[in-house]
């Protein structure tokens, strides 16, 4: 039976953490790591099997599916929405185009697929806290082909009996690779700069709240959704939401102050700032905590202290 895993986009932030997690539970051979690029000593590439592979390659997707026996596809390969606003084209193109590759290998090959949406489905008009289901009416390219990729993951469902899942993941913290190009990077880069320069230029306002999320809670969550039971899950199924933490910027910086009393932090907005203030600040995720039983397990300082263990700072 065909039960090894594909991961694409796996050099990304989440494919870094999420291949070393499934390695660990499945053995490394049965993990086949893929992306567009290859990055000299990345972790991911000298830990086990990987592949140069396009997304937009249907032909080499099939063809890597059959040569090892792929059951599953963690379909992580994405443009991200600061990146894909510059680049428009190229995020419909990768995001849209990428997972209907993805999904009509699985459609062919009987393959489970998970495929992460994005807090950026949602638009202005959505409540500050974000319900499951509201209207969707993002205000950027990005948070349109997720939804697309939300509504395709449900028709493949529906019509093919594809098991498609997916969460709408927060901004996500973590250490082990830097953020892909997104609107919540700013959460990831202030570490870096508090550590190596005391001080940081923050992107967004002081004020800006977004939904946001440790990378352990976000790598528990991935794991826990594929391994629910099929019939537990609704119509949520596409894009659950999850909640981890929300904080605005500033509260972001008197946390990392408590461990770096003289690091300070200037405010000066750019472009990104639009993207956040199209996104809700908080999130409802009580479809998920019913149907699979998510519950987070960092809060903001919580989350704070263990990036500062995982960058190996030493603060005495
Ligand atoms: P990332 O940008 O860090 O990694 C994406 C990877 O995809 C990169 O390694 C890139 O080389 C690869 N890639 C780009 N084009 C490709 C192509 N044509 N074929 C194959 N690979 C290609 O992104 P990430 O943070 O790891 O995000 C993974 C998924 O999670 C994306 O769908 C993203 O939208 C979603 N997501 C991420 C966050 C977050 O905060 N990290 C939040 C919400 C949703
Ligand atoms: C981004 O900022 O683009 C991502 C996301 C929330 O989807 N981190």
Request: aromatic share 8%.
């Amino acid at each position: 039976m065909a039960s090894r895993i594909l991961v694409t986009g796996a050099l990304g932030q989440i494919g870094t953490e999420l291949v070393d997690a499934l390695r660990k539970r499945h053995g490394v051979d049965a993990i086949i790591a893929s992306d567009v690029r290859e990055i000299e000593d990345h972790p991911v590439m000298s830990s086990g099997p990987f592949h140069l592979l396009s997304v937009l390659d249907e032909d080499e997707m099939r063809r890597l599916v059959v040569d090892n026996q792929i059951g599953t596809i963690y379909h992580l390969a994405a443009i991200l929405s600061a990146t894909g606003e510059a680049n428009p084209e190229l995020c419909e193109k990768v995001n849209v185009g990428g997972t209907k590759v993805v999904l009509e290998c699985a459609r062919e090959h009987n393959l489970r697929v998970f495929a992460p949406s994005s807090i950026a489905v949602y638009g202005p008009d959505c409540p500050s806290i974000a319900p499951q289901v509201t209207p969707l009416n993002p205000t950027t390219v990005y948070g349109e082909t997720k939804v697309v990729g939300e509504q395709l993951a449900v028709y493949y469902w529906m019509n093919h009996g594809v098991d498609v899942r997916g969460l709408r993941y927060p901004g996500l913290i973590s250490y082990k690779a830097p953020a892909g190009g997104g609107t919540t990077d700013y959460a990831v880069e202030i570490f870096h700069a508090a550590l190596e320069d005391g001080e940081y230029t923050c992107f967004v306002r002081e004020d800006t709240r977004l939904p946001m999320m440790y990378m352990d809670d976000a790598i528990r969550a991935t794991l826990d959704l594929m391994d629910a039971p099929a019939d537990s899950l609704g119509d949520a199924r596409g894009g659950y939401n999850i909640a981890g933490c929300s904080f605005i910027a500033g509260e972001l910086v008197t946390s990392i102050q408590r461990h770096l009393p003289d690091f300070t932090c200037t405010f000066e907005p750019d472009i990104r700032q639009t993207y956040a203030d199209s996104w809700p600040d908080e999130i409802e995720d009580d479809v998920a905590r019913r149907e699979w039983q998510w519950s987070p397990a960092f809060d903001l300082d919580a989350m704070v202290d263990a990036m500062f263990a995982g960058l190996g700072a030493n603060l005495d």
